[in-house]
């Protein structure tokens, strides 16, 4: 019904950047929050950045001042600009996405595949 693509991951050394993208299709209305999580091999799924449709933001206090998500509403896509990358930000990054299917407001939650950031000191 509707699929969450991630993109962007890859291999960076420390202090380097990389942008990751989510792209929703499918049967979308609209979405509302869509957001950024991660997990590291041994440690819970965390939140790393949220954005609603209006553009509100929310960052872990891990990532802030480092890390920036935003999204384009016309391609259903959001974004994870990560700068001044860590070693402790090695982990799988996931997307959610909070979707509208039709105008009658049924709703859709889901993940996408995950990409691999791999940060080398």
């Known amino acids: 019904q509707v699929q969450l693509v991630e993109s962007g991951g890859g291999l960076v050394q420390v202090g380097g950047s990389l942008r990751l993208s989510c792209a929703a299709s499918g049967s979308i209305f609209s979405i509302n929050v869509m957001d950024w999580y991660r997990q590291a091999p041994g440690k819970q799924r965390e939140l790393v950045a949220a954005i609603t449709s209006g553009g509100s933001t929310n960052y872990a206090d891990s990532v802030k001042g480092r890390f920036t998500i935003s999204r384009d509403n016309a391609k259903n896509t959001v974004y994870l600009q990560m700068n001044s990358l860590k070693p402790e930000d090695t982990a799988v990054y996931s997307c959610?996405?909070?979707?509208?299917?039709?105008?009658?407001?049924?709703?859709?939650?889901?993940w996408g595949q995950g990409t691999q950031v791999t940060v080398s000191s």
């Open positions: 959610n996405a909070d979707v509208i299917v039709d105008p009658y407001g049924s709703s859709w939650s889901g």
